[in-house]
Structures are given as C-alpha cells and as structure tokens.
C-alpha cells in the first residue's frame, strides 16, 4: 500500500502491480491492481530519473527566478535547490550525442554485473498556452533501451499528474502512463523516484545546521579492468573540485511516516545553490549517499551550473549507480519546431 502520508496523486509499484490512488486512472497500459508488462514499467521509471538528472539538472535561474537575498531561510534555501535541480524556468536546453561523447548512465550491483545505457534528452519550458508547464523527451540510442523513447508532459495546475508516452520499439506502439511512487526505486538500482524527481521541499522540514567549509573530494564508481567497455574506460575518477567551498549544511526530515529514511543531510554550495554531497538516514544510520559534480556555465547567475556526474551508493550492499554528462553534449535555448513535442517524434524513432 502507498504510505499514507503520501501525496493525494500517487501511485505504488510492487513486484509489478500497480496500486492505483484516486486521481489517477491509467490509460492505455494498466488499469487498477492488474499486472502490467515489467518492461513497460522500467521504461516509464527510467525515464523519471532521467528527466530530472540527465536533462532538468543543467537548466537555470534565468527566468522569473531572481537572486535571493541573504540570509536565507532553511526552507528558501531547500526552494533553492529544489528549483536549480528541476530547472523549471530556462526555455529549452538539450543532451545530444556530439563525436564520440555521448551521456551515460551505469549501474552495478556487487554480483550482478554492470548495466550501460546511452542516451539523448531534451527539455522545453517556454509555453504560452496557460496549460503546460514543460515537456521532457528521451531518446535511448544503446543498451538494453536501445530505440525506446519517452516523452513527458507536465501541467501548470498543481493538482494535475504529468503524463508520459513511451514509444515501446518491440511492441511498435506507444503507451500512455503515469509517474511512480517516490520511494519505488529505478529499474532496481539505488535512486529513487524521491531522489530525482517527485519529492518537493514541503515534502520535509528543513533545518540550517551551521554554514561550512566542504572539506572532501567526491567519490565515483570505480570499474575493474574486466568490467571496463569502450564507452566506460575514462571514467570520472571523483573530484576535489568542491573542497574548500563554503557550503549550507541542511538537515531535511521527511514528513512520511514509516519511510525508507528519517532524515538526510545535503551540504549546498552557498553561491550556485548546487548539492554536492546528501547523505541519508535511518535511524541515525547512513543508508546512503549522493553526489555530484558541478561545472558553471560562467554566467552572470552563479546557479547557472551543469553537472559534470552523479553518483549513488548504498550503505547496505554496495550498490552503485552514475549518470556522466560530457559538457560537449549540452545544449541550451536549441530551436526545435512544435511538432517534435508530441508522439508523432516518437513513433519515428528506429530501433
């Protein structure tokens, strides 16, 4: 069962039953407590964490966003995060393959080996239609979602679900769905849809520890030789980039009872208002831990940022999970006509 502290609009995913809440009927694909298609789900989920990580995290505090003025709140400052992670307000931005760089995200579970996926991934914020808020679109181009491609459509109304159409290159067919629990993880690795997408700053009460020095380096997934593939052999090997920025240390606990973790601590760059490192908690016990690198775009807002990596782990078993962003990829303000943004684009993609 969806905890019940959970969002009115929420959906719980279990061994691949779907729960469905009031609010939220499923179209095309499932309908309540039926069994759906596990790929069809891994699709959907997959796509979650990317429109957060891969595409929303390079966007920025352009528009109708200002600077904030100092001090700041526990709470403005969770806004701020919340707000340079999800990049609601830059007007389109892309993640294209340029040469031989292209974003990729891996995953490996100690005895399990590791999993690859190449990806493209656009974004577009600038609707004039008093309706829709933003449009994601993702293009798999290798992996095990080779030809897969999702597009997702979130509303201005905060009571509205966003919608996503998957274009499933098996079945040559295109499903319509909705998003999944926050604390389902992704595809079985250790992020979860909370994480990357769905949980918002009212989601916790926030807390401003003490203003620091970041005084670490940021850790990354290191592969062994036999592990390594020609897209995975210059990896990030972590980063010092971050050591020696002054940083906000907040303490964020979760308002949802019985939940996977109490609370976690981000440490935020003062300037950019970018996370470097949360580490979450169960009963004062890290369970796990996210980082990420940063690189500005040297604009005159200093949270206009991109990160150069994401990287996961749990405490538990080892788990790990990284999403690499070469900065050739990016592209920001890319003019693409209206007809890309609808499901027509994605029943032209070839496997």
């Not at 989920?45 to 003025?69: D, G, R, T, W």
């Not at 935020?268 to 796990?288: A, H, W």
């Not at 807002?301 to 990829?329: A, C, H, W």
Request: glycine residues 4%.
């Amino acid at each position: 069962m969806c905890p019940k502290d959970a969002s009115r609009n929420t959906a719980c995913f279990r061994g691949g039953t779907i729960i469905c809440t009031v609010g939220m009927p499923f179209l095309a694909v499932c309908t309540n407590h039926i069994n759906c298609q596990d790929k069809t789900m891994q699709y959907m989920k997959l796509f979650i964490f990317l429109k957060c990580i891969v595409v929303a995290q390079i966007v920025s505090a352009e528009m109708n966003h200002p600077y904030p003025e100092r001090p700041l709140t526990a709470e403005k400052i969770a806004q701020e995060v919340y707000f340079n992670l999800h990049g609601m307000h830059q007007k389109n931005a892309a993640i294209r393959k340029t040469g031989g760089e292209v974003a990729l995200i891996i995953n490996r579970l100690p005895g399990r080996g590791v999993n690859i996926n190449t990806l493209e991934a656009f974004l577009k914020n600038d609707f004039d239609d008093g309706v829709t808020e933003s449009k994601q679109l993702a293009i798999f181009k290798s992996g095990k979602m080779k030809g897969t491609g999702i597009l997702m459509t979130n509303y201005i109304e905060s009571d509205r679900y966003p919608s996503i159409s998957i274009w499933l290159p098996s079945m040559r067919k295109v499903r319509r769905i909705v998003a999944p629990n926050q604390a389902d993880k992704w595809m079985g690795t250790n992020m979860t849809y909370g994480d990357v997408y769905l949980r918002k700053p009212e989601h916790e009460s926030h807390e401003l520890l003490e203003t620091t020095i970041f005084a670490d380096c940021l850790d990354s997934i290191h592969l062994s030789e036999d592990e390594k593939t020609k897209r995975t052999k210059k990896l990030p090997q972590g980063s010092c980039a971050p050591k020696g920025k002054e940083v906000y240390r907040l303490k964020s606990t979760t308002k949802f009872k019985d939940w996977w973790y109490d609370y976690r601590l981000t440490d935020i760059d003062i300037n950019t208002f970018s996370p470097y490192r949360s580490i979450y908690y169960k009963d004062d016990k890290s369970v796990k831990i996210i980082e990420a690198d940063w690189k500005s775009l040297d604009k005159s807002d200093p949270r206009l940022t991109v990160p150069t990596y994401v990287y996961s782990k749990s405490i538990k078993n080892g788990q790990e999970s990284m999403l690499i962003i070469p900065f050739s990829t990016i592209e920001l303000n890319t003019d693409l006509p209206e007809r890309f943004w609808s499901e027509k684009t994605l029943r032209k993609i070839k496997r």
